[in-house]
């Protein structure tokens, strides 16, 4: 059997052919209107995207319940309209022949406090999260739990009526489902809770529940860690054994990731202390070399296609995955917020790297020296990072180039003026702004 490459189409369970192996994974955008619905940004943003090159693109997470949103700027499918604007979305981002799937998620525990003081969640605990922004959460009762997961279905059926080509539960990253998964989180006692089995329960009821809503012939991913990094949280042989029981799901592609808020690996910050003098190079590679050798781990036990995100920068790196059947998707995010056809210059063989973020955009760490240990300045750092990525992806929605010169110290302010603006124009159109006097 020829080894794949980049370009080398994969064609999955359901029938479904993504055109080659690079895949975006989901970025959170916050670009929707005051009223929760996709928007002229998100459209220009995912038709440059799809020009750009990538197989596959997932979208920013898609939120089912309205009194539970991430972000200002969350589309949400909660009974609030709408429909004619996903499907405007969903055409923007498949112009070049790609895969456009929606990826669904409910925050759970993660939801701000300023958006729900007690959101959802398995289990009331505060376990994990940072002790600012979030309220102590509310048990679930039984009833509440099989409403998301019938929420599920149904805007996974929207996602295939309006004209996207795919849909990924997100269960990663300390949201709702990850947490039922989570030891920490879950401490239920009844059959939503306890032992491994009972705990991802909650997962395999919601993807049974998107299944049936889309049918055999419809792309259905899931999203997990694999491991949030937390002592006595879900760690790398429980994700294993879940991934055993997702074997028999139907699923059409696996993408892992890892981390929560709290330990945010996704976004470059697994947490390790890093001398003060950091080596570039090192990093890059470190991050590299534990992807891969989660990939390398997993591949043998997940008999669905298989999507590794979170270190990924070299094209040698890509290739040597792809080559050793370590993985089927290259999975990307942060890259896409500095480019957006690196896909296609990368396929094209004229660059051997993707854009570096992580390593280009840097704190200066002597300036904290005293101040934060290694591991509280590399999670500012990374958050920092964030700010300047989600800055972009505006930009990018309005048709414009990257900002280089924000820098990393100015990106949470303007970050933070952005998500003022957009929390007051939807309370504005709302209606949930109090008069004057």
């Not at 958050?383 to 992806?393: D, E, K, P, R, T």
Request: net charge negative; aromatic share 6%.
């Amino acid at each position: 059997m020829t080894a794949a490459t980049l370009d080398t189409p994969l064609r999955l369970p359901c029938g479904t052919t993504i055109p080659n192996r690079i895949g975006k994974s989901a970025t959170q955008e916050g670009l929707a209107t005051p009223l929760g619905h996709a928007s002229e940004l998100n459209r220009t943003l995912y038709r440059r995207w799809s020009e750009g090159g990538a197989g596959l693109l997932i979208s920013g997470d898609v939120m089912v319940d309205y009194s539970h949103r991430e972000r200002p700027g969350n589309i949400v499918i909660d009974n609030n309209g709408g429909m004619a604007e996903l499907r405007a979305w969903a055409e923007a981002g498949q112009v070049a022949g790609n895969q456009l799937w929606m990826q669904i998620n409910q925050p759970g525990r993660q939801t701000p406090i300023d958006v729900q003081k007690h959101p959802l969640g398995p289990s009331a605990n505060m376990e994990g999260l940072p002790p600012e922004g979030f309220g102590m959460p509310r048990a679930m009762t039984g009833s509440q739990i099989e409403d998301l997961i019938r929420r599920f279905g149904v805007v996974a059926a929207i996602a295939r009526e309006t004209g996207f080509s795919g849909v990924q539960l997100h269960a990663a990253h300390g949201f709702m489902a990850s947490s039922f998964l989570s030891p920490l989180c879950n401490t239920r006692t009844d059959e939503w809770g306890g032992s491994l089995e009972n705990r991802a329960r909650f997962l395999i009821e919601s993807l049974r529940a998107i299944r049936r809503a889309v049918g055999a012939d419809f792309p259905v991913s899931v999203k997990m860690n694999s491991a949030d990094f937390h002592k006595g949280g879900f760690d790398m042989d429980q994700s294993m054994a879940v991934i055993e029981m997702l074997n028999a799901e139907n699923l059409d592609l696996l993408e892992v990731s890892g981390g929560n808020y709290n330990a945010p690996a996704m976004i470059g910050a697994i947490g390790e202390n890093q001398p003060l003098a950091r080596k570039k190079a090192e990093r890059t590679l470190r991050r590299e070399a534990y992807f891969m050798d989660y990939a390398r781990r997993v591949r043998p036990v997940a008999k669905m296609p298989l999507m590794i995100t979170g270190g990924f920068r070299t094209r040698d790196n890509m290739d040597e995955a792809l080559a050793e059947n370590a993985t089927d998707v290259i999975g990307l995010a942060r890259p896409f917020c500095a480019s957006t056809d690196f896909p296609a210059r990368l396929l094209r063989g004229e660059i051997t790297q993707v854009p570096m973020i992580e390593e280009t955009m840097l704190l200066d760490r002597a300036a904290y020296v005293g101040k934060l240990d290694d591991r509280e300045f590399n999670l500012m750092e990374s958050n920092f990072q964030l700010a300047w990525m989600y800055v972009q992806l505006t930009n990018l929605g309005k048709g414009e180039d990257i900002d280089w010169g924000l820098s990393l110290e100015d990106a949470p302010g303007a970050f933070e003026d952005l998500e003022r603006s957009r929390e007051m124009a939807r309370r504005e159109a709302r209606g949930e702004l109090q008069p004057a006097g």
